[in-house]
């Protein structure tokens, strides 16, 4: 009987008013675990030459291996080189690894190539001889 004379008081009447709203504004989110989506910047590719045809959307481009492919991206749509869209002209190119660094355009993208011969037989436009 006394607690409910303590609780009935101004000073209970206060208390319990704050409580109620210390609880009120306490959230507890638990979305549970999710998977964490892969970082491309930490992917470690081997440098083996293994290459392959890879495409992000209408943009199709030859990859060194698997790796380079997924860490850029692409999703590989056959191993190999890709093809010029008719599929009739000659063999698939084999450039060199010399890192001479070219910047080239594709559809008003820029991007930095390793060396010329990979930025062409990508089939991109060489416009600088340095990284962009």
């Known amino acids: ?21 210390l609880a009120a504004c306490t959230v507890v989110v638990d979305d549970g675990p999710r998977p964490r989506p892969p970082r491309p910047d930490s992917q470690f590719c081997t440098r083996e030459y293994q290459p392959v045809c890879a495409r992000r959307g209408g943009d199709r481009q030859t990859f060194a291996n698997p790796c ?14 890709c093809r010029d869209g008719g599929g009739g002209g000659g063999g ?11 910047c080239a355009t594709r559809r008003g993208s820029a991007r930095t190539f390793p ?6 037989a990508a089939n991109w436009r060489i416009v600088d001889n340095e990284p962009c």
């Open 1 to 21: 009987m006394k607690l409910f004379g303590i609780l009935l008081s101004r000073h209970g009447v206060a208390a319990l008013f704050l409580s109620m709203l």
């Open 68 to 81: 380079l492919a997924d860490r850029a991206g692409y999703r590989v749509v056959s191993p190999g080189q």
């Open 92 to 102: 698939p190119a084999f450039c060199t690894r010399e890192y001479a660094p070219v």
């Open 115 to 120: 060396n010329a011969c990979e930025a062409r």
